[in-house]
């Protein structure tokens, strides 16, 4: 891997009404003709998306969406695509025509981007359509706005420098691991190759996990599951050891009692979101009875094998396990539910591939609906009855 993923980007999300100049904005900001542009209103459709380094912030993702005022059959579902682009957003650019400064959508969307913790800034566009005398009516209007044109460029440096001042105080990403354990400490790392393994790769969370151990001075082994005994016996010491989730039973009853074992999964549920309620929601599945309905939600979307977690070996476990007649359902990608309430647990994957941003979002439906969460490694640790001994660490 060479870029950094998008789920550890810092995104930033364009919105406004339609022909306020977003897509034009996005390709001045971004030097590129990533969006198509057009006077004719409605011209962007679906998220366009484009990933680029911010000097000095870092890595982000610019994503330009579609009028939040579009109407009509198709217009209602492209402002529905564009207000669930908020459940990941960061960062928000409100643009404003500066012909058209009465901004009927504004209020609205302020309501959304204070549900969704969306710091913003306003953006009046356009200013090279008007007078002199009309930009200073504008100016009285949106004194707290920042004045440009995507068009010549005007001003374009100095709404870069209000963003990137506003950005300096975004908080990182917590660490993975590197408070966990100390510096110059081994760590395990077990990686399953079967029918899932990429070929010629490792998944992302291992690439991840790999990249926060260099960061924080840890000493990583890589081993498959049939080569981890033999790891362990020749390192002297081993202060955690990490594994696939769905190895967890054997890997257990290889790993010695004295050496502390947890999941990929967990630590990204921890690093993403909520552990504590995800630790909690684990109790549930205990209460659960026939006729229950679970969702099984992953972040990604990839070819289904007999060997998938998410859609074979987890509904299976838990119905065997559990020895009920459950209903569940499994949902990928970007689609989550906002309203859970028909739901009587859910259970979600680490979120490698989601911003901390959007799984906490999720979380927060889950919690707004009353329903239950946890995770896939609290599951699958739970369901092999080695709860207590997975979390511990934590």
């Known amino acids: 891997m060479r870029t950094t993923p998008n789920a550890n980007r810092i995104t930033i999300g364009i919105f406004g009404k339609r022909n306020a100049g977003k897509s034009q904005l996005m390709n001045t900001i971004t030097a590129q003709n990533i969006s198509v542009v057009s006077s004719v209103e ?20 610019f994503i330009d969406t579609a009028g939040i005022d579009d109407f009509g059959e198709l217009g209602s579902l492209r402002v529905e695509k564009t207000q669930k682009m908020m459940h990941t957003t960061d960062f928000g650019l409100y643009v404003i025509d500066a012909a058209n400064p009465e901004d009927s959508e504004l209020e609205k969307t ?11 800034i306003k953006v009046v566009n356009k200013i090279d359509t008007v007078s002199a005398e009309q930009l200073e009516t504008v100016k009285s209007i949106h004194p707290d706005a920042v ?4 068009k010549t460029g005007e001003n374009i440096f100095g709404l870069k420098d209000v963003m990137i001042e506003k950005l300096r105080t975004k908080v990182e990403d917590p660490t993975l691991i590197g408070d966990l354990v100390d510096y110059g400490a081994n760590v395990v790392m077990v990686v399953p190759v ?15 996990m790999i990249r926060d151990c260099l960061d924080n001075g840890i000493k990583c082994h890589v081993v498959r599951d049939i080569e981890l005994a033999e790891v362990l016996n020749d390192l002297e010491k081993v202060d955690l050891v990490i594994t696939d989730s769905q190895a967890f039973k054997e890997v257990s009853r290889i790993v010695p009692k004295t050496i502390p074992l947890t999941s990929f999964s967990i630590l990204f549920a921890r690093q993403k979101g909520d552990l504590n309620l995800l630790l909690d929601g684990v109790a549930t599945l205990n209460r659960l009875a026939d006729g229950s309905r679970v969702l099984i939600s992953e972040a990604c979307t990839h070819n289904v094998s007999c060997e998938d977690i998410g859609r074979v070996k987890l509904p299976r476990l838990l119905k065997k ?36 941003k959007g799984m906490q979002t999720r979380l927060m439906f889950c919690e707004e609906s009353g329903v239950p969460v946890t995770n896939y490694g609290t599951a699958l640790a739970w369901l092999n009855g080695i709860f207590d001994r997975a979390t511990a660490i934590f």
């Open 42 to 61: 409605g011209t962007t459709t679906d998220p366009v998306k484009k990933a680029m380094e911010f000097i000095p912030v870092g890595p982000v993702l």
């Open 110 to 120: 302020k309501v959304l981007f204070k549900r969704f913790n969306i710091s913003f």
């Open 147 to 150: 004045f440009v044109s995507a």
């Open 194 to 208: 079967d029918s899932e393994a990429p070929k010629g790769r490792l998944i992302l969370p291992q690439v991840q």
């Open 321 to 356: 396990r559990l020895n009920k007649d459950l209903n569940i359902e499994v949902i990928g990608g970007k689609d989550f539910p906002v309203d859970l309430k028909d739901y009587d647990m859910v259970i979600h994957c680490g979120g490698c591939m989601l911003n901390r």
